[in-house]
Structure formats: C-alpha cells, structure tokens
C-alpha cells in the first residue's frame, strides 16, 4: 500500500471555523491532489500540486486554499467553513503526470460542518 | 469540458450473477480511462486502465475495453462475488486538456448477496 496518512479522519466544526486537513505521503511522489467526494458528484478536484511550493486550483477550489512546503506535505484550509463544505475528503499522489499514470488515494477525512 | 457518465446505482446482484456497469465520456483529446473501486471505509484503489482506443483492461476477473467510435468503458464481470460489493467510479484522464488530472463519473455501488 501507497504511504499515504490523512489527518484528522473524522472532524465535526462550526460553521465560521478554520480547518486544517493534512495529507502526508512516504512515497517522494511529485504530484499531490485534494478532492472531495459527495453523493451524486463523484470525485471532484480542488486543487493540486507539481511540486513544493507549486499549487494550482482544481473544479471545486473556491473556499479552499493549499499549501506544500515540503515534498511529503500537502495541507488544505477551509478558512471559514460553510455547510457546503461537509463531504468526505480524499487525498491522492502520483509519480508522473503522463497519461494513464495511478493515482493512489488516502483513507479519506469526513468533515462535517454544523 | 471533459465528463464521465456512469449508468445509475445502486445496483444488487446475485452472487455468481454477471455484471455490467456502463460508463461513457466525453473529452476534447485522447484521454486515458480508468476504474477505480472503493472498499467500505476506505480510499479508492485502481482496478484497471485503458490508454488508447481498443485497448482492453483487466484485473480480478473484471474487463474494460476502450470503444473510441462510441465513447464507451463499460466494465463486465463475469461472476460476481460478496467481496466485490463496493462503490466502482469511471474516470479519465486527458493530457491535452488536464494534465494527469483525472476526472470522475458519480459512482455505481454494487451489493452482492449470497
């Protein structure tokens, strides 16, 4: 299994909270990826990153902000959580970005937002 | 814009029973296609992958073959199991457009029973 550690797991906030998710990986994978999952929507991304210091948003970005100042870290912020915001967050890595390249996930954070 | 459609779940099968979940895309290139499956509790995890047209994946029994004149990814199994019962997303990936980025269909959950 991919080295790959979210925290915390599950987190229940209150609308107006700042929240912290932290994506960790052992893997010196270059490419890291946030996404949330919701009934309905799949997958969809919020943002990503190419590398330490180098970050790009996804479909779903606004509200949200990244940060990787290291190679094993990619942390995403919430810095007023809203309701929209509960959804299941799944970190993902990847070693190349060339077409049909893996993505290996985390176990996934449960957000919800009162 | 890219977009994978997936026939709607859930869907409940007899074990031993043959499955198909259809999964159509549309993109501006040449993407790559994916399925990936998701556990209870866990992230997701990849299945199998096509990366050009006619290609067939395959892993665990399951198949996909890449159908580029109608767009197609449908993935077959040909007797199903109880531990086959998860959540099962079509994806893909498109350079010209998104990099290694992928993008989701919503999910099809599958429950076998005994």
């Known amino acids: 299994d991919a080295g790959i550690t979210q925290s915390p797991r599950h987190k229940v906030t209150e609308t107006g909270t700042p929240v912290t998710l932290r994506c960790h990986q052992t893997?010196?994978?270059?490419?890291m990826y946030w996404y949330r999952q919701d009934p309905g929507h799949g997958l969809r991304l919020i943002h990503y990153?190419?590398?330490?210091?180098?970050?790009d948003k996804g479909e779903v970005s606004d509200g949200y902000s990244v940060s990787r100042s290291k190679t094993e870290d990619f942390l995403l912020t919430l810095e007023s959580a809203t309701s929209s915001q509960t959804s299941v967050y799944f970190c993902?890595?990847?070693?190349?970005?060339?077409?049909?390249?893996?993505?290996?996930f985390g176990e996934g954070s449960r957000l919800t937002v009162l | 814009g890219n977009s994978v459609t997936q026939m709607e779940g859930p869907v409940t099968l007899s074990e031993e029973a043959f499955l198909t979940i259809n999964c159509t895309y549309t993109?501006?290139?040449?993407?790559?296609l994916f399925w990936y499956v998701q556990y209870p509790g866990e992230g997701l995890q990849l299945l199998l992958k096509?990366?050009?047209?006619?290609d067939k994946g395959s892993n665990k029994g399951f198949e996909a073959t890449y159908r580029k004149e109608t767009t197609s990814f449908h993935l077959e199994k040909g007797s199903v199991q109880v531990s086959d019962s998860a959540v099962y997303f079509c994806?893909?990936?498109?350079?010209?457009?998104?990099?290694?980025?992928?993008?989701f269909g919503e999910g099809t959950q599958l429950t076998v029973n005994p």
């Open positions: 993902a890595i990847s070693d190349r970005k060339g077409p049909g390249g893996e993505l290996f």
């Open positions: 994806a893909l990936s498109d350079m010209e457009t998104s990099g290694s980025r992928l993008t």
């Open positions: 096509a990366t050009k047209a006619d």
């Open positions: 993109a501006t290139g040449y993407p790559s």
């Open positions: 990153s190419y590398g330490v210091k180098d970050t």
């Open positions: 893997e010196n994978h270059r490419y």
